[in-house]
């Protein structure tokens, strides 16, 4: 059985997916943006500072879910320029404890919006 999950404290879709889907004990979250909820613009000039806010949201649709970053057993990071994984890294680290995430990270081309960051990840509750 799945559930789709919202936050009116995330940002809304950009397209035709889901904030995140809760299947049986997991959560998936779909790729979130430095965007800000109420404007739906990019928050941050930096890759560091777009990342906090691709926490504040990926925070507020876990919260919704019932999960917590403890909960969060993988992560996909999405940089538009790789040479910025140590700035995004510093940021990401503040998230998570001890017991990690398994993590992949990627440069690509281009992200939505411009974006320098993008984020997914999976969550679990036993």
Do not use: H
């Not at 397209?15 to 941050?44: C, H, I, K, R, W």
């Amino acid at each position: 059985m799945k559930k789709i999950i919202m936050s009116n404290k995330a940002p809304s879709a950009i397209g035709p997916y889901s904030q995140a889907v809760m299947a049986g004990n997991f959560l998936f979250v779909s790729g979130q943006l430095a965007l800000d909820p109420q404007t739906m613009e990019l928050v941050g000039e930096t890759a560091a500072q777009q990342t906090e806010q691709a926490f504040k949201n990926i925070g507020a649709i876990l919260e919704e879910a019932g999960f917590g970053f403890e909960q969060v057993v993988k992560t996909t990071v999405l940089l538009k320029d790789i040479n910025e994984f140590s700035a995004v890294n510093d940021v990401y680290a503040r998230q998570f404890k001890a017991e990690y995430p398994a993590r992949a990270a990627y440069e690509v081309a281009n992200l939505p919006k411009g974006a320098l960051v993008e984020i997914e990840l999976i969550a679990y509750k036993g």
